[in-house]
C-alpha cells in the first residue's frame, strides 16, 4: 500500500492527503475488538463484520452526521455505504428525529399499535403504485419471506423462482450461506439468470404449474460483481411469465427503494409488481419494513400468520412518515439524484485521466466499481484501503449508496479521495 495516510479529518483536498499522518494504531477500536473476540462468536456477525475487509477498517463506529461517520478513535470519514442502505436522507435527519422524538415521548412498543401504523400504511398505499395495502415489520428478510409466504398461500403453490446469487434476505429459504440451512427449506426455490428471458423461461417451464412466486430485483446487484440494469423486456417477460402460471410477481425493493424513484423502482419502466418488500431506506436508518401488494392478494395477506414483538414500535413508524414526507414534499430526492450524477461523472473522468479501464455500474444512486484488470479484488482493495486513508468510507466488494445529504462540498470530498486512490492503483498496478 502506498504511504498514505489515515488520521484525523481529510479536508478534502488532495494536499490534506498527503498531510495526514497514520496512527501507530487505532487503540479503542482494537481494544473493543479484542472484548468482541471473546464474547460475540467471530468477533462480529454478518457481513458488517471487517474480516471481509482490509484490517485498517474501523469494526467499530461511534456517531454519525449527515454524510459523515466517525469511528471510535475519533477519525471522521464521508460516507458513501449509508450504513449498507438505510440512510437515505442523511443520518441524524432533523425531521426524522424530531419525528422519532416525539412519538418516543408517547410510547414505542405496545399491546397493539399506534394510529401510526395506519397513517404509513396509508401512505405508502398512497405513494407505491401496485400498493392497495401495506403490512408492517422490522426487516427486509421478514418482508420477503412474509411475501413468498403470501403467494404461496394466495395461488396453492409451491415453487419460487429467485436470480442465481440475488440476495434476498439470511432466512434459511435464501441466505447465501447455506450452512445450518436444510436442503428441505429451499427445495421449492429454483434458480434463473437475472436479465436473461430464455433461462427465466425455462426454469418457469419446469415449475409448470406449482410455480407460486417469481421474486426479484429492480436491478442486479450482486456482490463483487459489476451491476446491471434491469432489461425492462426482461421484467415484462417475468411480469407475463406470472401472469400465464398464476403466481405474483415479487418485487425485492428492499434495497433500491426510494433511491431510483419516489414509488416502486420498476415504476419508470411501466412494470408492475403483485407484492414488494421494503426496508432499509424507509426509516432512514430506524427499524422498519413494509410488505406491500395489490388488492388480489389481500385475502392471503389476510390468512397467513404475521406477526414480530417488535412489529407494533411506534417511532419507527414516525421516523418512516416523516421520511417519506420528506421524499414527497422536499428536494430530497432531487438533491440525491443530483449527488449521485456528480459523483458518477467524478469518478468516470478520474478513472479516464489516470488511464484505467473501470467499469461504474448500476445506478448512480446506488454505483458499484471494479478494473477491468482486476484479480481477486486487488486492485479494489487498494483503491477502498486509500480512500478510506484519504477520509472516504466505501466498500470494495459491495456497491455503494448515495443520500440526500451528500451535497456538492461532500461529493467533491469524495472525488478527492477517490482521485487519491486511483494514483494508488495506478502506482501500484500502472496504466491498462
Ligand atoms: C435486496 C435485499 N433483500 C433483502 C435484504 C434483507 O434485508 P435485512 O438485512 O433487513 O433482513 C437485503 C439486505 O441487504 C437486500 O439487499
Redo the contacts with the bound molecule.
Keep these: 500500500m502506498t504511504g498514505t495516510s489515515r488520521s484525523s479529518i481529510y479536508d478534502g483536498s488532495p494536499a490534506g492527503a498527503a498531510r495526514q499522518a497514520v496512527p501507530a494504531s487505532a487503540p479503542r477500536d482494537a481494544a473493543l475488538r479484542q472484548r468482541a473476540a471473546r464474547v460475540i462468536p467471530g468477533g462480529m456477525w454478518g457481513h458488517q463484520s471487517t474480516r471481509f475487509l482490509s484490517p485498517e477498517y474501523p469494526q467499530f463506529l461511534a456517531s454519525a452526521s449527515g454524510a459523515h461517520i466517525v469511528d471510535t478513535d475519533g477519525r471522521q470519514y464521508v460516507d458513501l455505504m449509508c450504513a ?2 438505510p440512510i437515505l436522507l442523511g443520518y441524524q435527519h432533523p425531521a426524522v428525529e424530531a419525528a422519532a422524538e416525539k412519538q418516543r415521548r408517547l410510547a414505542d412498543t405496545q399491546n397493539a399499535p399506534g394510529p401510526l401504523a395506519v397513517d404509513l400504511a396509508e401512505t405508502l398505499v398512497d405513494t407505491i403504485d401496485h400498493a392497495d395495502w401495506a403490512v408492517l415489520a422490522k ?6 419471506t412474509a411475501c413468498v409466504t403470501i403467494a404461496r398461500a394466495a395461488s396453492g403453490h409451491q415453487i419460487v423462482l429467485a436470480a442465481r446469487g ?5 432466512a434459511p429459504w435464501c441466505t447465501p450461506n447455506t450452512t445450518g440451512v436444510l436442503d428441505t427449506d429451499r427445495a421449492a426455490v429454483r434458480y434463473f439468470e437475472y436479465n436473461d428471458i430464455a433461462s427465466f423461461a425455462a426454469a418457469a417451464d419446469a415449475a409448470g404449474d406449482d410455480l407460486a412466486a417469481v421474486i426479484v ?1 429492480p436491478m442486479k ?1 450482486f456482490e463483487g460483481q459489476d451491476q446491471e440494469l434491469v432489461d425492462p423486456a426482461f421484467a415484462r417477460a417475468v411480469r407475463a411469465g406470472c401472469d400465464r402460471a398464476g403466481a405474483a410477481l415479487i418485487l ?1 425493493d ?3 427503494g426510494f433511491r431510483f424513484h419516489v414509488g416502486s423502482s420498476w415504476t419508470p419502466i411501466g412494470v408492475r409488481p403483485d407484492l414488494s ?1 421494503w ?2 431506506a424507509l426509516g432512514n436508518g430506524y427499524p422498519i ?1 413494509a410488505v406491500v401488494g395489490t388488492d388480489a392478494l389481500r385475502d392471503a395477506a389476510a390468512r397467513v400468520y404475521l406477526t414480530g414483538s417488535f412489529w407494533t414500535s411506534a417511532v419507527p413508524m414516525a421516523a418512516a412518515l416523516a421520511t417519506l414526507d420528506e421524499l414527497r414534499r422536499t428536494t430530497a430526492f432531487a438533491d440525491l439524484t443530483h449527488a449521485a450524477h456528480r459523483l458518477s461523472d467524478g469518478i468516470r473522468a478520474q478513472a479516464a485521466s489516470h488511464s484505467l479501464d473501470v467499469a461504474y455500474t448500476g445506478h448512480p444512486a446506488m454505483p458499484y466499481l471494479t478494473f477491468a484488470a482486476d484479480v481477486d479484488f486487488q486492485r479494489m482493495r487498494v483503491f477502498s484501503l486509500a480512500c478510506l486513508e484519504a477520509g472516504l468510507y466505501l466498500h470494495p466488494k459491495h456497491n455503494w449508496f448515495v443520500s440526500a445529504a451528500h451535497t456538492d462540498a461532500v461529493i467533491d470530498a469524495a472525488l478527492a479521495a477517490t482521485d487519491h486512490a486511483f494514483s494508488a492503483v495506478r502506482s501500484e498496478f500502472g496504466a491498462d
Design positions: 449498507y442502505g426487516n427486509g428478510t421478514d418482508a420477503t440475488a440476495y434476498h434476505g439470511a430485483t446487484h425485492d428492499v434495497r433500491c418488500a426496508s432499509k419494513a
